[in-house]
């Protein structure tokens, strides 16, 4: 049953308050950005509170002269409330409030012992300025000196016999409004200080010193309770929203004991939650989003040596992202670090393998650059040197040397090849060049020479050097043997030269071909001459209709190899489309997974709990209501759901337990008390966010 009137204006810990009744309903706010509401039974009122960052319960009691007294928490949950509330009305709703911050008090100071100094005699009004000692307070003597109004010091200042001191403003003995109370030495020789507002002796607003400690905000019965900062000794210091002396939430800096930084951020409940930046004593630095005190959502890891992790963290281990890792060779001494292998920078996934774009430099200048799966390179450019002195330079398709324009492959012998390549083979336009000064150089097809210029040297030391096809001399060529002088220079096919110059050794002299017809038939020398003119033209016309022969097939065939090389890159093309967007399926599924919301419906019986669950704001976790109605429920502080370990199906598949950890079941009634109960609640979809 509602008793009292508690409609007015009051002064409290937490700023200036305004109290609206409306029967047994209470309403009203206090400070800048506060608000409450509540019932009034007699003469205690039970509510919730709410600020610009908390919400929770509070217990007033109100006592005759108006004021009251009572308790709070943090969280709107049934609990212990254990952080005090105390309010001093000013005024009544539609008065106008003192101008002083409490009403003056009307019963007279009673020194126990007072020595009146009368030297300033009593101002018009009862006013003066007098210095009274003697006094005696909890046990201890003490001098008041200041400003006195009926009998009644109400500005100045106390000072104790133990060096302690209270100077401001007064009501009825004790600091009410501005003042400074400085509290006895102790043996280390410091003192507490508080500056700020009072409220009949109680400390509520302002900054607190002692040694190296410095409070500043919001205090009840001589603690932080509220908004306050706390400075240690080092640099330390805590700022946000306190509970009975204990930091709950806000901004934190921590030092190491050498006085550097170790963490820097946001904290709630003595954890790092929010965002933050912590040093480690290896030297590593870790600036992003922690949750329970660990490293958790997008963040960036960097170590002294430029390596880092920068990406999507979940219990300090590193998912997915860029990074920059450097790896070293194991070390012939003991507990000293091995040489560097290899560093590689680019998207990486939680055991650091590359994965996607990035590339791997080496100390000797190689390098892997392009798309990386399972931490190899599948497509871009490599340059790399082996251990068996094999290096290779160009492209790489698919995990394969692939590259349309040209490459480098030299082999431990010496033996280089530049040109293309197609899915791991010579294939194309190229030269392979031997160090002796041999060569092929041409058209290649899957590793084989087909036709072209070449330079081969013999056993035996004869050289050619020619037009090549069908694996043999073929066209106008040249064949010497440096150790004879022998040669054979012009036409070859199949038979070997048939047209051209021939020098061989005949009993030990070099000769030409027709220097040995003459010593062979030793007559006729006009007539062969004329022979050999008439074999040389038909030679010639034969040799240029060979050509154009040769020249048009080979057209025939670059083009044929031309339509297949189209051919083969399209398939290359298609494939790759395909792998890529089954990747793209398989990751929209896996994303389907990692983020989604989940509706459920539930059969609410009675109306007064649906009314209750409207337009409160808990959680993720949507409520479709039997009406169709989307209203949302109570989770956790982490965004848990309330009951455990039950699996859940969506389509009749299990959801994994990383995903979806928690499924409910309850009644209506149980909803709001936050219990399990009875009625299961069933998934019906699931969207993607």
Do not use: C
Not at 88 to 114: D, N
Not at 322 to 327: F, G, L
Not at 673 to 686: D, H, P, V
């Amino acid at each position: 049953m509602t008793t009292i009137n508690v409609s007015g204006a009051y002064q409290s810990p937490h700023g200036e308050m305004k109290i609206i009744q409306e029967g047994s309903q209470i309403s009203g706010t206090y400070g800048e950005f506060g608000k409450f509401h509540g019932e009034l039974d007699q003469n205690i009122i039970l509510g919730f509170w709410s600020s610009d960052k908390h919400k929770g319960r509070f217990k007033w009691i109100f006592g005759e002269d108006g004021n009251f007294t009572g308790n709070y928490k943090i969280g709107e949950e049934e609990g212990a409330m254990r952080a005090k509330w105390k309010g001093t009305r000013l005024s009544e709703l539609g008065e106008a409030a003192p101008e002083a911050v409490a009403p003056v008090a009307t019963t007279p100071q009673k020194p126990v012992a007072a020595v009146v100094d009368l030297e300033n005699k009593d101002n018009e009004g009862g006013v003066s300025q007098k210095k009274v000692t003697g006094l005696e307070k909890d046990g201890l003597k003490y001098t008041a000196e200041g400003t006195w109004e009926d009998g009644i010091m109400i500005r100045g200042k106390f000072t104790f016999e133990n060096g302690a001191s209270e100077e401001g403003e007064f009501l009825e003995e004790e600091l009410h409004g501005k003042g400074t109370k400085i509290g006895a030495m102790d043996e280390d020789g410091d003192q507490i200080v508080r500056e700020g507002e009072f409220i009949n002796g109680d400390f509520v607003k302002g900054k607190l010193t002692y040694g190296a400690l410095t409070q500043e905000g919001e205090f009840s019965e001589g603690q932080l309770n509220g908004k306050g900062k706390r400075s240690y000794e080092g640099g330390d210091q805590h700022e946000g929203f306190f509970q009975e002396d204990e930091f709950i939430e806000g901004e934190v800096v921590l030092h190491y004991e050498d006085g550097s930084l170790q963490y820097k951020g946001e904290f709630v409940n003595g954890k790092m939650e929010g965002h933050g930046t912590l040093m480690f004593s290896s030297g590593a630095k870790y600036s992003g989003e922690f949750v329970d005190g660990n490293m958790e959502g997008p963040g960036k890891l960097t170590w002294p040596d430029g390596d880092f992790k920068s990406g999507f963290f979940e219990a300090d281990e590193f998912m997915t992202g860029k990074v920059k890792i450097t790896m070293l060779n194991e070390s012939e001494a003991e507990g000293e670090p091995g040489e560097i292998e290899s560093v590689y920078e680019g998207e990486a996934t939680t055991n650091l393998q590359p994965e996607g774009k990035g590339k791997r430099t080496y100390p000797n200048g190689d390098y892997e650059e392009g798309v990386f799966s399972e931490g190899k390179l599948l497509t871009g450019k490599r340059k790399r040197s082996f251990g068996d002195g094999t290096i290779y330079e160009g492209g790489i398709l698919n995990g394969e040397m692939h590259d349309e324009g040209e490459v480098i492959y030299i082999w431990p012998s010496g033996l280089k090849y530049e040109g293309q390549m197609f899915e791991g083979d010579f294939h194309g336009n190229g030269k392979k060049q031997w160090p002796n000064g041999d060569y092929v150089d041409g058209t290649f097809e899957n590793d084989r020479f087909i036709e072209g210029e070449v330079r081969t040297t013999a056993e035996d030391g004869s050289i050619y050097e020619g037009r090549w096809e069908k694996e043999m001399r073929y066209g106008w060529g040249r064949w010497e043997n440096p150790k004879t002088g022998e040669f054979e220079e012009g036409l070859w096919d199949e038979d070997g030269i048939y047209s051209g110059e021939i020098r061989r050794l005949v009993n030990g002299k070099l000769v030409d071909i027709d220097a040995l017809d003459y010593y062979a038939t030793n007559k006729a020398e006009e007539e062969m001459a004329r022979l050999r003119k008439m074999d040389a033209e038909k030679a010639r016309i034969a040799a240029e209709a060979l050509a154009k022969r040769k020249k048009e097939e080979r057209e025939r065939a670059r083009i044929q190899k031309e339509r297949e090389k189209a051919a083969k890159k399209e398939a290359a093309e298609a494939r790759k489309a395909e792998a890529a967007r089954k990747k793209e399926e398989a990751q929209k599924d896996k994303n389907k997974l990692r983020s989604f919301n989940v509706s459920y419906k539930i059969k609410l019986t009675q109306a007064k709990h649906i009314e209750e669950l409207k337009g409160r704001e808990f959680g993720m976790v949507g409520i479709i209501l039997s009406g169709g109605k989307t209203e949302k429920i109570q989770t956790n502080s982490k965004g848990q759901l309330i009951q455990r370990d039950i699996t859940i199906e969506y389509q009749g598949k299990k959801i994994p337990k990383g995903f979806v950890k928690d499924q409910i079941e309850m009644n209506d009634r149980d909803i709001i008390a936050g219990r399990a109960g009875t009625s299961t609640i069933k998934i019906l979809e699931i969207r993607e966010r």
